[in-house]
DNA sequence: ACCTCCGCTCGTACAGCGTGCGAGATTTCT
DNA sequence: AGAAATCTCGCACGCTGTACGAGCGGAGGT
């Protein structure tokens, strides 16, 4: 038997906000905003209910009149966040340069908010910010040809590259601030290790003695990685698109 | 000042296993492989260090003779999981469906333990499972004809759409469990939300009619979206094999 | 044979977590 | 004025990761 209130018919986005006047010290807006400040100050394990009461100045549950659980908080937080990432609008650029835009804007919000990493392999966004994405990059690919299923397809890859290129940078970035040190004094310490698994790869030993220390250098070749990879997806998208036979 | 003992230097894959005789009646091995059973089951938030005791009936903190903390647990065990992922042999097939087995299985062992998705954002993975994939990566990418940065950034690529395709899928799947309901029956309670949304967005609006319900059939819609991806994808980074002024 | 040490197990304890509950305060409605 | 709704929050429960140190059994040295 399924629980008798699920997570579909009773969600975070149906409910109004629990607020009338203007009266109460909380907002569900001002307590997503900390939670945020939070998240992005330390990281999903950062953000407590206590922590987040202290640092409203209010109790230590108060938060829970607004929200229903830590889980529909996060839930908000995740869709706030999206509502940074834009969308180019139709006939604004190119159908290349608008996919471009889209994806690494999403990827860019993803490093500036990693814990929402995290997050997205847990529970699938209905929220407005995720819709209004959806509804207009529907717009722009249906703009450059595609339609149907191809389009959800294409739009599928479009994100689950900028998801997956800012997972690996993330873990990375994470790594580095924990360790407080820099990506070139991590490649240091780890030089050793390196050298000792080159030994017994022959492969990764020759390609490492190809680039040199180069593969260690930080966000510039992090950037360039993913666009060279964004690159060669909108390629392939476009000959698609080209195809007589489709 | 940073902490006296890194993670760099200091690492699990360093430390042998503290084991010598055969008396023992635990063993890293054991712990991991129990860890891991526990993950497939319940997810991260199942695995509690009380309970991986006594599923391996021992005491709670026993399994710290072992391995120095949870976060080094988790480490060992995406590793162990990495171990499915088979990296094609050169010679064996063309690079391009070497590159497709891979990135495959890839999101194959990612949606058969989508913890692990979970816990790739947080800390690079320099265990010997990685890198020999990695090895035999370079090795498959390296015949194919690729050389120096360009082969991480070809690497990179398709280690990020398997990432971040099996990220969007483990949303749904987990959701579906945890709920008890199938991909349709969800899909039939979201229905009278969707279509309000559709009625503020057009363009949503316009596909949803153009697909009908087909976006909502389960797994094989998930499957065919990710090759759609994978062959556009392999198409643009042959594409660029192809070109003469690279 | 005894002692010492080492590898290993595990009970206890501590600080922190999410949150259900209900008492209380405050504002709004009648 | 009295009742009802809205909102705040202290307390308590059961859970978490893990530091610490007591205790056990077998191996090696004397």
Redesign the pocket.
């Known amino acids: 038997m399924p629980p008798k209130s699920d997570p579909f018919t009773n969600s975070v986005w149906l409910r109004p906000p629990?607020?009338?006047?203007e009266?109460?010290?909380?907002s569900r807006e001002q307590i997503v905003r900390a939670a945020i400040e939070l998240l992005d100050a330390e990281g999903l394990a950062g953000?407590?209910?206590?922590?987040l009461g202290t640092r409203l100045g209010?109790?230590?549950?108060?938060v829970?009149?607004?929200v229903?659980?830590?889980?529909e908080l996060l839930e908000l937080a995740v869709d706030e966040v999206m509502g940074e990432v834009y969308v180019p609008e139709v006939g604004d650029t190119s159908w290349r340069i608008g996919a471009s835009v889209l994806t690494a804007g999403t990827r860019e919000m993803l490093l500036r908010h990693p814990w929402v990493i995290g997050l997205l392999g847990v529970r699938p966004n209905y929220g407005p910010n995720a819709m209004r994405i959806g509804d207009r990059t529907v717009a722009l690919l249906s703009a450059a040809g595609f339609s149907g299923l191809e389009l959800s397809h294409a739009s599928a890859l479009l994100t689950s590259y900028a998801i997956g290129s800012a997972t690996t940078i993330s873990a990375m970035v994470t790594s580095m601030r924990q360790s407080g040190m820099s990506m070139t004094e991590i490649a240091a310490k780890l030089e050793p290790r390196l050298e000792r698994i080159a030994s017994e790869h022959p492969h990764y030993a020759k390609w490492r003695q190809e680039v040199g220390g180069a593969a260690y250098v930080p966000e510039r070749i992090w950037d360039e990685s993913f666009t060279f990879g964004l690159d060669r997806l909108l390629d392939g998208l476009e000959m698609w698109l080209d195809r007589p036979d489709r």
Chains 1, 2 share one sequence.
């Open positions: 629990r607020t009338r006047g009266q109460p010290s909380l953000l407590s209910m206590r922590r209010s109790g230590t549950t108060s829970y009149w607004y229903t659980n830590k889980d």
